[in-house]
């Protein structure tokens, strides 16, 4: 399913604007050269706001976890 989500970001995005991180980071890729440096970069930034969301919400993520487990 991730290819899949891949492929179609990559086909029906035809500005630079409407792009995806992960296609974006893709084209890092050349034909005869790979620019790693700048796809790890790319990595970290592009994860940054997961991990601000997950800092910033914590309390609800947690307290939506356990509110299935808890009886009563």
């Known amino acids: ?8 970001a ?3 995005t035809s500005t630079n604007v409407a792009k995806t991180v992960p296609v974006a980071i893709a084209e890092y890729a050349g034909r005869h050269a790979v ?5 790890m970069s ?4 592009g994860g940054f706001a997961a991990v601000i969301l997950a800092l ?3 309390r609800y993520i947690v307290r939506g976890m356990t509110a299935g487990a808890v009886k009563g």
């Open 1 to 8: 399913m991730a290819w899949d989500e891949f492929f179609f």
């Open 42 to 45: 790319g990595g970290v930034i």
């Open 35 to 39: 620019d790693i440096p700048g796809m």
């Open 10 to 12: 990559l086909i029906f």
């Open 56 to 58: 910033i919400f914590q």
